[in-house]
């Protein structure tokens, strides 16, 4: 049996996604798709816009076969440790051939190239990266101007464009970690690229059949606008849910009264300890506080030239969740998968779970109920997490609804025919 793996948020699925699981499945000659998902929250530091059962049901409905939830730590973390983390659950399984990946640029040789200098961090490449940060570089500036100059020093036939290319997209950069995790784990599993068809991964505009999740969820979130125009760009399923009266899609700004309670709380301390935080960022945060207003404004207030929106939006959701640089280091020191949580299957792919068991040295979490880690163990530490985010979430979604959500202990698989 082959297997292909997915590392993915779906928020939300859209035909896009429906459309990678397909080619995947085609160019692999896989039989069967496994997806690592972020639970409910994402890596551009936000909630997603529907909960992790309903986003896997999603999937499921449209040829995933088993979802599996990547740690909250992880799925709130910078793209190298998202991609390293997501890759380490994927070989954690035992059985998966192939990790499949959508991008703008299918160039595997390129993204290979690039992946084994990032891998490797060969000294002049190294020197010439810390340097562009000295003069005030963002990193994503620094790293694309380092990588230039070791092209150029060690005669590697790449052209400059090709490099800003590969690290001006997110999916790109996305799956250039991917390639990088795999090389420096010496993983089995073979990457495979598939081009992305349709509207960019910024582009908020429902201009064809293949949107993107960031012009779904600004359709979702705006009040006038025609909801009925979604249903070109996403499956059947998808628009069942989305479109239902009980569904409610969350946003960042409703957790911005408790996120300004939480600052305050912890100002005394400062942020620093906080994961992705510095001394510096600790004391903007301090000085901006008397201006906050709302989760957004916050973040457009503390970004910088240097510092980006999306890594002060993570860094405000680690403070809010609790996350810390301490749990980090903790994760990467015990293989950043402590256990396997499985959100939802399709019930003809149930076989599959007797596979992964032959494969797998993790504990196969299927009830969170039953699920009792070692007391001080990484696992302990990030069920805690999970559990935490997760029941944060729900309250919120309470609030918003008016309705009494399930709290994390109470929730069950999702299972599809």
């Not at 000659?29 to 309903?54: E, H, L």
């Not at 405000?316 to 020191?333: A, C, E, F, T």
Request: with cysteine; aromatic share 8%; hydrophobic share 40%.
């Amino acid at each position: 049996m082959k297997i292909i793996g997915i590392i993915a948020e779906y928020n939300p699925f859209h035909n896009g996604h429906a459309y990678q699981i397909q080619k995947a499945k085609e160019q692999s000659g896989a039989d069967c798709v496994i997806v690592a998902m972020s639970g409910n929250y994402v890596q551009r530091g936000m909630p997603a816009v529907t909960d992790k059962f309903t986003r896997s049901s999603m999937a499921l409905s449209c040829g995933a076969d088993l979802v599996f939830e990547l740690p909250t730590l992880w799925s709130v973390s910078s793209a190298e440790y998202f991609a390293k983390a997501g890759t380490a659950l994927l070989d954690a399984l035992g059985c998966v051939d192939t990790i499949s990946f959508g991008c703008e640029t299918p160039d595997l040789s390129l993204f290979t190239t690039l992946a084994d200098i990032l891998a490797r961090e060969p000294h002049v490449y190294s020197k010439a990266l810390a340097a562009r940060l000295k003069q005030g570089y963002s990193f994503p500036a620094a790293r694309e101007a380092a990588l230039r100059s070791y092209a150029a020093q060690q005669n590697i036939r790449i052209a400059e464009e090709d490099i800003a290319a590969i690290l001006g997209s997110p999916n790109n950069i996305l799956a250039l970690e991917y390639i990088k995790a795999l090389r420096r784990s010496h993983s089995s599993m073979r990457p495979l690229p598939i081009l992305r068809s349709g509207s960019g991964y910024h582009d908020t505009e429902l201009n064809d059949r293949f949107c993107s999740a960031a012009a779904i969820r600004k359709t979702l979130a705006d009040p006038s606008a025609s909801k009925q125009a979604l249903r070109s760009c996403i499956p059947a399923r998808t628009a069942d849910i989305l479109f239902s009266p009980h569904t409610q899609p969350v946003t960042e700004q409703d957790f911005s009264e408790m996120l300004y309670y939480k600052l305050l709380a912890a100002l005394p301390n400062g942020f620093s300890e906080y994961a992705d935080s510095s001394p510096h960022l600790s004391n903007r945060i301090a000085n901006a506080l008397t201006e906050f207003t709302d989760y957004k404004s916050f973040c457009e207030r503390l970004k910088t030239k240097e510092v980006t929106y999306t890594r002060i939006s993570r860094l405000l959701l680690h403070i809010l969740l609790d996350l810390k640089q301490s749990d980090v280091s903790v994760g990467v020191q015990n293989g950043y998968i402590p256990y396997l949580r499985l959100l939802g299957l399709r019930r003809a792919s149930a076989g599959l779970l007797s596979e992964i068991k032959k494969h797998t040295q993790l504990p196969l979490i299927t009830k969170p109920s039953a699920y009792a880690p070692s007391k001080n163990s990484p696992a302990a530490l990030f069920f805690g997490q999970d559990v935490f985010a997760s029941n944060l979430y729900y309250g919120v979604l309470a609030l918003k609804t008016g309705f009494r959500q399930k709290n994390e202990m109470q929730r069950e698989l999702a299972v599809v025919p």
